[in-house]
């Protein structure tokens, strides 16, 4: 249920923003997991993973967007529903290339040779890192625009 004071809905925009970050390094944690289960993977196992996580990303973003069309419609802030649109693009993003590096570490794990692998692990997390600069930043200008009218 999204909160319909104008305080409670950016503290719920917080923490629905920390449970992204924590769900992320759950799914991390899980990828990791499952690598170890290699060369012979327990892919069940991990699309059990995958199904929780993705069902939790889109329950945050679910949530996101109806925080994004209070703001918007209820409280006139549509600065701020823009920062959530764009945070949202970003996050997706995120997710996107998440996945990618998931894929290019197993890559690396099945084939140790192929120097190529570490190369595009490499350039996966530089797109990774500059994304979260991204989402940082986002996330700066939300709190700026959202602390002056208080």
Known sequence: MVPTDFKTLLQRFYHLQSERVETYLLFDEGH?????????????????????????????????????????HQFDRPDLSEHIDKLQNKEKQKLELTAKLQLARQRAQDHPEDDGCQEEIQEIKQEINKNKDALSEIMQDFKYDSEECE
Request: glycine share 4%; no cysteine; net charge negative.
């Open 32 to 72: 990791e997991a499952y690598l170890r289960t290699g060369p012979h993977y327990d892919f069940d196992h991990y699309r059990q993973l995958v199904h929780e996580i993705t069902k939790a990303f889109s329950g945050i973003s679910k949530e996101l967007l109806e925080i994004k069309e209070k703001l918007h």
